[in-house]
């Protein structure tokens, strides 16, 4: 087996564990959380931060974004981590993947995006969606931490 297909399948595995995890915790304690359906669209967007990665399309500084965004989603320390928090701890990565993402689109092409979109949902409007709520979904102390964190990457 080659490094990428090692790579591909510990991708696999967490998108499978991921969305599995979610799922569940919606049909239990999130029943009646008001941001499920963004939460339920983390695994999708965790795909689409992979594939957007390998693209060539995608300048190398959008990839040094969605590299930490990669890391973000998978890494166990974060500022909601989903090892305290359980999925509900996904919330973050979303808003985060959504700010990324919207880098990607205005500074490349939308269309570069939506080819590697594997939802259910308009990405563009997913996206945007996301955005205008991030604030109220993580706190805004949180949003303010992501949104300095990338706008800092951004400028070096």
């Known amino acids: 087996m080659s490094e990428q297909d090692s790579q591909l399948d510990y991708q696999l595995d967490f998108y499978q564990q991921m969305r599995d995890s979610i799922r569940g915790w919606i049909k239990g304690k999130g029943v009646d959380y008001k ?13 689409l931060l992979c594939r ?7 300048p190398t500084s959008e990839k040094a974004k ?10 166990p320390v974060d500022l909601i981590p989903e090892a305290i928090s359980g999925p509900f701890g996904y919330i973050d990565d979303v808003a985060m993947a959504a700010f990324v993402l919207n880098s990607i689109i205005n500074k490349t092409s939308p ?7 594997a939802g ?9 969606q996301i955005l205008q709520v ?15 964190g ?4 951004d400028k070096e």
């Open 120 to 128: 259910d949902q308009n990405i563009l409007d997913l996206v945007q």
């Open 52 to 58: 957007l990665a390998v693209d060539k399309e995608v």
């Open 35 to 47: 941001f499920a359906d963004y939460l339920l669209a983390a695994p999708d967007l965790f795909h």
């Open 111 to 117: 269309e570069i995006v939506q080819r590697h979109w």
């Open 66 to 75: 969605l590299a930490g965004a990669i890391a973000y989603f998978v890494s």
């Open 150 to 153: 990338f706008d800092k990457k």
């Open 134 to 148: 991030a604030e109220e979904m993580v706190g805004s102390g949180l949003w303010e931490k992501i949104v300095k």
